[in-house]
C-alpha cells in the first residue's frame, strides 16, 4: 500500500500514488414544475425509442438540441424547439444562429427564443407544457414526446472528492490546472 490517499471502491480500500478521475456527465434537467410526473427523452433515452413520435418538443436549443430535432424532423416528426436564450446556438456568432433558425424554419422545425418552460403535464397521451415568450406571455405547446437537451452535468456527486482536497467547480466539475492535475497532486482529471 503507498502513502496518500486511498479509495473506498465497492467496500474495499484502493490504494494508488496516483488517480486519474473519470466518471462522464449525465444529462442534466433544468427545475421545470411537473417533469418528475412526465416521462421525457434524453438526447441518450431519444436514440432507444421503438417507434417514431408524431410530435416533439424540444427543450434547449444548442447542439444536442438542434442536432435531434433536425434528425427527428427529417424522419417525419413535427418538432418544436424552445431555447431559454434569446437565440438558438446562442454560444456561436448571431449569423450563425440566424442561419440555424433560417435552415430550421424552412425544414418547418417550430422555435421558440426567449422562451421558458415553466411547466409540463400529461394529457391525453400529450405532454403538455406552458411556455413563457420572451413577452412574458404563456402559451401551451403539445407533442407525444418531450425531449430535455439542456445540457450534461459531471457525475461527481457522493465520491467525497473534496475530503481528499479536489476542488469541484459550481456545476460539480473536477477543477484542474492546465497540466489537468487538481489540487491534490496525486489525482488527475482526464482533458475535455
Do not use: C, K
Not at 462522464?24 to 421503438?50: N, R
Not at 467525497?160 to 482536497?165: D, N, R
Not at 477543477?175 to 487538481?182: H, P, Q, W
Amino acid at each position: 500500500m503507498t502513502d496518500g490517499p486511498a479509495l473506498d471502491v465497492a467496500r474495499r480500500w484502493v490504494a494508488a500514488e496516483h488517480y486519474l478521475v473519470a466518471t462522464g456527465s449525465a444529462p442534466w434537467a433544468p427545475p421545470i414544475q411537473g417533469l418528475g410526473e412526465v416521462d421525457y427523452l434524453t438526447s441518450t433515452t431519444a436514440m432507444e425509442l421503438a417507434e417514431r413520435p408524431r410530435s416533439m418538443l424540444v427543450v434547449g436549443g444548442n447542439y444536442i438540441g438542434l442536432e435531434q430535432g433536425q434528425l427527428f424532423a427529417r424522419l417525419g416528426t413535427e418538432v418544436t424547439v424552445v431555447e431559454a436564450l434569446e437565440r438558438l446556438a446562442p454560444a456561436e456568432e448571431p449569423e450563425i444562429s440566424a442561419g440555424i433558425e433560417r435552415i430550421f424554419m424552412d425544414e418547418g422545425i417550430a422555435v421558440h427564443t426567449g422562451a421558458m418552460v415553466r411547466s409540463v403535464r400529461r394529457e391525453q397521451g400529450q405532454v403538455v407544457a406552458t411556455i413563457e415568450d420572451s413577452a412574458g406571455q404563456d402559451r401551451e405547446v403539445r407533442a407525444e414526446q418531450l425531449l430535455i437537451a439542456t445540457g450534461r452535468r459531471p457525475v461527481t456527486g457522493g465520491l467525497g472528492l473534496e475530503s481528499v482536497g479536489v476542488q469541484l467547480g459550481a456545476l460539480g466539475q473536477i477543477v484542474v490546472d492546465d497540466g489537468l492535475r487538481t489540487a491534490n497532486p496525486r489525482i488527475w482529471r482526464p482533458g475535455t
